[in-house]
Structures are given as structure tokens and as C-alpha cells.
């Protein structure tokens, strides 16, 4: 089938459900055109608790479905490709964490949102790239294990005097681009800013002129007065630039950068979950309850 025919059934298809499709800034461009609402992990959380839809379709990864779930447990959340997992996520299991919390009694335990359900049910507070500092400044503790992205808490141990405790997990998409080739590219692109996001690592985040979320980069692309801006984040977020900014050039940081997993998802997985309601995703209540806690925590710092 045609892209402007799956559009239309799933469109079509949306309403007799009433259903919602949330995709992400990385997912394909055909996705993200047909989506109610595009955002990044904290808007998406977001319009997953606030929604009035029976269904929500959730075209992005594993943990996002899940938050979705969490957030809303008695709507039907569909994650059309159920292998859309994330390499970040994978990164830290339960028993590590207890772990880690032995070691470090008294701490408080902030996870990024890229972690599975089990994993928020075993912290305090959740965070995403867009409100990491502000989250960890609103905890009473000095000292905080953040998990499971070690970029990210080092990021944010610059804009707070508590002891952050990073664990060792990082994005691949994001660790993997180096400084040589940041370095390269603002070779080409003389005086072009560069704009990152805080799943870099350290020494990348350092040429930025601008670290924020996906949706902190659009935002900075849209407020600066250059033409052109060089993005080290994935690929996908160039579809929202080009068609907000249209006048304006983005230029990828390393055309490498791309989510496997938040690729997979195509419009004919999303039309065929809607018609068949799976595979959908519910997170048992024992995780859940304790796992809500910790992202309403979270969506109350704002
Ligand atoms: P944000 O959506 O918070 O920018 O995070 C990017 C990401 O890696 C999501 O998987
Ligand atoms: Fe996970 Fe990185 Fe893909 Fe985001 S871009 S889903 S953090 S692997």
C-alpha cells in the first residue's frame, strides 16, 4: 500500500477507536507527518498522562510505551514493533542497581526515563534530558545516583554542588560521535554553531554552544539568527528543523547518528497494531505503582 493510503487508514482508523499516534522526534519522517503530537521524551510523557483517548499509539521505543502505560494504566497503549527496545535502557538491570544503592546509602536514586518500568520502580525520581538539572535540584539529598546514562549525569553535576554519583551506561547513537568529527564538520561550516544533546559524551558537549533535549535543539535552531546550525543528535529531528525552519540548514554532526530500533517502526506496524489492538503494553500493577510515583515525581518538578 501507498503511504498517502496507510496515512488515510490509520487516520480513519484513529478516529472509529478514538485513538492517538505520539511519535518521537527520531522516528521516520512519514510517521512523524501523521502523528497527533510529536515531542520529546518529557512532551510525550506528558500528553500520555493528560490524554482523552481510549488508545494511544506510541511509535518510539520500549520505555517510552511503558512510561505511557504507567502513566495511563487504563488506556490500551500499542507499541507497534515490540523489538523497538533501547541499547541505553539495557544498560542497568535491577540487581546492579540494588546494588549500587548498598554502596551508596542515603542517596537518592534519579533514572533517566530511558529505563525499563523496574527500573523507576526501584528509584526515587525520574528525569529526562530536557529537566535533568532542574529535577536534581529539587531533591533534598546531597548525594544522588544517576542512572543509567553516565553523559547525562555528568552533564548535570556541572550545574549542581550535590555529589552526583553517574552510572556507566551511555547511548550508543549518541556516545559514538567523536570530537575529530565535530571538529570536521565546523571545519566545513566555518562560524556555524553547534548544538548538542547531553547524551554526548563530555569532551563532544564541550564544542557546544547549546546542550539541551531534541526538543531544547529545535527550539534553539528557531530563537538563533544563523542560517546554519551543525546538531549532534539522531537523524530523525532534522524532519521537524527542515519543516519549521525551512529558510534555515541543518547540518548532522555525523550522518552515523541513527536509532536503529526508532527506525523500525513503519506506518504499516502502526495501521496493522491498530486493526489487530496489538501488541500492547502493560506494566503489572506491583511495578507500576511504585514506578508512577517516581515519574509523577518527576512531571510535578515539571
Ligand atoms: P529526548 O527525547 O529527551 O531528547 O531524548 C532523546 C532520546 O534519546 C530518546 O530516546
Ligand atoms: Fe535509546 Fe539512544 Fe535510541 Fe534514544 S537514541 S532510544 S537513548 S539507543
Known amino acids: 500500500m501507498e503511504h498517502a493510503d496507510l496515512k488515510e487508514k490509520i487516520k480513519a482508523t484513529l478516529k472509529e477507536k478514538n485513538g492517538i499516534l ?24 506528558f500528553e500520555a498522562a493528560r490524554t482523552k483517548a481510549d488508545v494511544i499509539v506510541f511509535a518510539g521505543v520500549h520505555f517510552m510505551a511503558e512510561s505511557a502505560s504507567i502513566l495511563s494504566p487504563e488506556k490500551t497503549v500499542l507499541l507497534p514493533r515490540f523489538d523497538a527496545g533501547c541499547a541505553l535502557a ?58 543509567p546514562d553516565g553523559n547525562l549525569a555528568r552533564y548535570a553535576a556541572k550545574f549542581t554542588d550535590k555529589e552526583i554519583i553517574p552510572w556507566g551506561g551511555a547511548c550508543p547513537v549518541h556516545q559514538d560521535l567523536t570530537p575529530a568529527e565535530v571538529l ?23 564544542l557546544a554552544d547549546f546542550v539541551g ?25 532534522l524532519y521537524q528543523l527542515r519543516t519549521r525552519y525551512p529558510a534555515k540548514t541543518f547540518i548532522p554532526a555525523s550522518e552515523k547518528m541513527v536509532c536503529e530500533t526508532m527506525k523500525l517502526t ?15 503494553v502493560k506494566v503489572p500493577a506491583a511495578i507500576r505503582v511504585p514506578a508512577k510515583r517516581c515519574l509523577d515525581r518527576m512531571l510535578a518538578v515539571g
Open 213 to 237: 533535549s531534541t526538543s531544547g535543539i529545535i527550539e534553539y535552531a528557531g530563537k538563533i539568527g544563523d542560517t546554519t546550525l551543525i546538531f549532534g543528535t539522531e537523524l530523525g529531528i
Open 184 to 206: 570536521a564538520v565546523k571545519a566545513r561550516h566555518p562560524g556555524a554553531k553547534f548544538a548538542a544533546h547531553p547524551e554526548c559524551r563530555e569532551e563532544v558537549l564541550k
Open 22 to 45: 505520539l511519535a518521537h522526534y527520531y522516528q521516520r519522517d512519514e510517521v512523524q507527518e501523521i502523528a497527533d503530537f510529536t515531542g520529546d521524551s518529557l512532551g510525550l510523557s
Open 90 to 147: 539495557d544498560t542497568i538491570t535491577v540487581e546492579a542497581l540494588e546494588k549500587e544503592k548498598k554502596k551508596y546509602p542515603g542517596a537518592a536514586v534519579v533514572t533517566y526515563i530511558n529505563s525499563s518500568a523496574a527500573i523507576k520502580a526501584a528509584s526515587d525520581i525520574c528525569c529526562t534530558s530536557a529537566n535533568a538539572v532542574r529535577v536534581v535540584q529539587s531533591l533534598a539529598e546531597k548525594r544522588v545516583l544517576m542512572i
Open 266 to 280: 513503519t506506518l504499516g506496524d502502526i495501521l496493522k497494531a491498530l486493526t489487530d489492538m496489538a501488541p500492547a
